[in-house]
């Protein structure tokens, strides 16, 4: 038996992802209160009042862009077996994101012209993580398709910040500039970039690992990536030359993109030898159907030149929330168990009975809390369209109390 | 019983947590090598590199032997290649993982 020999330690302190995790939680619920507070703002499709988008940045870089730090802080040494490359620095930058997060988050709220501020601190902190993971990825022995869409999804990031911050500086000082432009940028890389294509990057790695699949290929993830860059490089020279039929085949090639991840995944599970899958893994899965319907519904109402820019912002809601948002809350019922479990338990496998993975958190009530969250999200995209006031706050005091039993569902895990 | 079966028994105590199957009848160890001195050298695998237990189970291999009093040093040897295969799993697992 000549095999190479991998006896590396690759476990992070779990103090670091939990951090990122916790504080992920909270602005979670933080932003679904906003969000009913701002319930009339959010009947009118007026999205872009300070109030909202208070709310909006809690639950973007509050919730989703801090739990994926902490994720990545725990994935990317196991995924790409190298050690996280500062520890320290891990913890400096938690600190720096988390202030800039809520200074920032709060001046878009409150004071809108001196968001330029909690956007400087807000972007330290994010350069400091960008130069983390590249400090990290470097030192991966052997590059993958993996390697390729987390690297793609940290450059979209970091000019989605950077984009961001132009926005911030146009609002203190006025500068002008192409705005839309701009606006349309940092959307489109920040959520169709950022998101997508680290999900997609992760999936390929934890989809054939919580299945146990075994004998897949993985053929169209090279069309994948290739596919999706090229739709967001099509799409960002749409917003900039104000060209609609471009926008049209940057949508079209993100739908290209999209179905070959799709394809790839469905015979990724068709190889599982774990029949019986865990039920939050099987919700991000779902979020992976939902992400393609979607797509597929950006690509008939542009070619039926649907413009309506409510129904628009719905569909970037229905975007972020079933696609993106869906897919952590299910991968992180089985991250947050994995990480309290190796912390509590790992140094007594063999020694002692030790509870399986599963036994750390309430499946059953994840699974009355994930259908909670989708008829939430559903009732206020059906209702939210024709401006339905009632309904929708209705079902934004729905989502308020799915995420405070989602929060304490988490909390009790580290109970065990 | 030899010191080989002794520790190959003692593997059977390591549960994977995610599968909830031990790791012996996951096919995950490759052989169990005693010296003359009773130290030990395990050579075994994950079911996939990047594997996020990969700490807590080579941990738990060393713990489990480390039980034998008559061991001397443990040494596991995570190897990639042979890759593991479905097929190393025992009917037993299969049975479980696959209904």
């Known amino acids: 038996m000549d095999g190479l020999r991998v006896n590396k330690k690759t476990e992070t302190n779990i103090k670091l992802p939990l ?11 933080v932003a679904q209160f906003i969000f009913l507070m701002n319930s009339g703002a959010l009947t009118s499709g007026a999205f872009r009042i300070p109030e909202v988008l208070m709310g909006a940045h809690f639950l973007l870089l509050g919730w989703v862009v801090m739990v994926i730090m902490g994720a990545m802080y725990q994935l990317v040494p196991v995924a790409f077996l190298t050690p996280i490359w500062s520890e320290k620095l891990g913890f400096i930058q938690f600190v720096i994101t988390a202030v800039g997060i809520i200074v920032f988050s709060v ?29 990290t990825l470097k030192k991966q022995e052997e590059k993958t398709i993996l390697t390729s869409f987390v690297m793609a999804a940290l450059l979209c990031f970091l000019i ?3 984009a961001g911050l132009v926005l911030a500086a146009s609002i203190a000082f006025g500068t002008s500039f192409n705005y839309s432009a701009i606006l349309h940028s940092h ?11 680290l999900i997609f990057g992760f999936s390929y790695k934890l989809v054939p690992m ?58 990724i599970l068709n190889k599982r030898l774990k029949k019986g899958l865990d039920r939050p893994f099987v919700f991000s899965l779902l979020a992976i159907g939902y992400g393609w319907l979607i797509h597929t519904a950006i690509v008939i109402l542009r070619m039926f030149g649907v413009q309506d820019e409510h129904v628009w912002s719905w569909l970037i809601f229905l975007y972020i929330v079933c696609w993106v948002m869906f897919s952590i809350l299910g991968y992180l019922y089985k991250i947050v168990p994995f990480l309290w479990w190796t912390f509590k338990y790992s140094n007594q496998v063999g020694k002692a009975n030790v509870p399986l993975l599963k036994d750390m958190i309430n499946e059953k009530l994840g699974v009355i809390l994930f259908g909670v969250f989708t008829v939430g999200t559903l009732g206020l995209a059906i209702f939210g369209i024709p401006q339905l006031s009632f309904a929708v706050t209705f079902f934004l005091v729905v989502m308020l109390i799915a995420s405070i039993g989602y929060f304490v569902s988490i909390v009790l895990v580290v109970k065990k | ?80 290649k042979p890759a593991w295969t479905p097929e190393k799993m025992s009917d037993k697992a299969k049975t479980v993982l696959m209904g």
């Open chain 1, 19 to 29: 951090s990122f995790i916790f504080f992920g939680l909270v602005a979670f619920v």
């Open chain 1, 107 to 135: 001046l878009l709220g409150w004071k809108i012209n001196l968001t330029v501020y909690g956007a400087i601190i807000l972007i330290i902190g994010i350069l400091l993580f960008l130069f983390q993971m590249i400090m």
């Open chain 1, 160 to 162: 989605t910040i950077s």
């Open chain 1, 187 to 197: 959307i489109l890389l920040g959520v169709a970039g950022w998101f997508t294509l």
């Open chain 1, 210 to 267: 919580f299945s146990l699949s075994h004998g897949f290929s993985m053929k169209g993830s090279g069309v994948a990536f290739v596919s999706y860059i090229l739709g967001l490089a099509v799409l960002l020279v749409s917003f900039w030359t104000d060209f609609g039929a471009l926008a049209s085949v940057g949508w079209g090639l993100l739908w290209v993109g999209f179905t070959c991840f799709c394809l790839d995944i469905r015979e």
């Open chain 2, 1 to 80: 019983m030899g010191l080989v079966e002794k520790v190959t028994e003692v593997l059977y105590e390591v549960i994977d947590p995610e599968l909830g199957i031990n790791i012996v009848d996951l096919g995950l160890i490759y052989k169990v090598d005693v010296k003359e001195n009773n130290d030990v050298i395990v050579t075994m695998t994950l079911t996939t590199p990047g594997c996020p237990l990969h700490d807590s189970i080579v941990g738990g291999v060393e713990s489990a032997i480390y039980f034998l009093d008559e061991v001397g040093k443990v040494d596991v040897q995570l190897v990639w």
